[in-house]
């Protein structure tokens, strides 16, 4: 119950395209999920979070879209560039972010011109 | 601040041999996270501390791992001993109460046991 599903596994986008990864979650005692952001040989990085109480959050190019009654949320990042490649990771934690992060599996993401 | 520092980058031992990895979290963080990456699991938590004090060890692999954070500043991931299988990438996170101002992630050590 404490998982977090992502899909997809990998990812190839054309530069100028939408990229979409998607989290589904089985706890609805989660209350608060971020997107961190991975690039090679580096810690992965908070992008954007988001708590049940609203339905989208939008932050430059990169939205995150929250189904509380699927219990899903995905993350959208238009126009994407190159520089966008990298591992993308969604998270879930409880208590609005009091708890502990329990990750997804993560999806790799490749821009290509 | 220079984030979360980590040492060594890179970790070559024999299987066997005793690892010690160490953190240094941003000063004023009061959450300390060990966290390893491999391909086939992803990130997995090992242990995590609040203010000094082991409050999640439940993803330790065995008791071949041991971690130990004396002060705010300073945290070690201990492996005695190493075994291939425990070759990964090991990410050291802090952060202010809990996960909702974000981790921060230092840039891990890639261990490898041959």
């Known amino acids: 119950q404490q998982q977090v599903k992502q899909s997809p596994q990998s990812l190839i986008v054309q530069k100028g395209g939408i990229s979409i990864i998607n989290c589904a979650y089985e706890?609805?005692?989660?209350?608060?999920f971020p997107w961190y952001q991975q690039f090679p040989g580096k810690g992965p990085a908070l992008l954007i979070a988001?708590?049940?109480?609203?339905s989208e959050k939008k932050e430059g190019r990169f939205t995150i879209s929250f189904n509380k009654s699927a219990k899903q949320f995905s993350l959208h990042i238009m126009d994407s560039q190159p520089g966008d490649s990298a591992t993308y990771f969604c998270a879930a934690s409880m208590d609005f972010g009091n708890e502990k992060l329990t990750f997804g599996t993560g999806t790799r993401l490749t821009i290509i011109p | 601040d220079a984030g979360v520092i980590q040492s060594p980058r890179h970790e070559v031992t024999e299987m066997g041999q005793e690892v010690t990895l160490r953190c240094k979290p941003i000063s004023g963080h009061n959450s300390l996270f060990w966290y390893r990456q491999t391909m086939m699991r992803g990130l997995e938590l090992l242990i995590y501390f609040n203010n000094n004090v082991p409050i999640d060890d439940s993803g330790m692999p065995e008791d071949r791992f041991s971690a130990k954070m004396p002060n705010a500043s300073f945290s070690t991931l201990k492996i005695q001993p190493s075994e291939p299988r425990d070759s990964a990438v090991y990410f050291c996170?802090?952060?202010?109460?809990?996960?909702?101002?974000?981790?921060?992630f230092g840039s891990g050590t890639r261990l490898t046991v041959v």
């Open positions: 706890n609805t005692a989660f209350d608060y």
């Open positions: 988001i708590r049940p109480d609203v």
């Open positions: 996170a802090s952060s202010l109460d809990g996960s909702r101002y974000g981790y921060t």
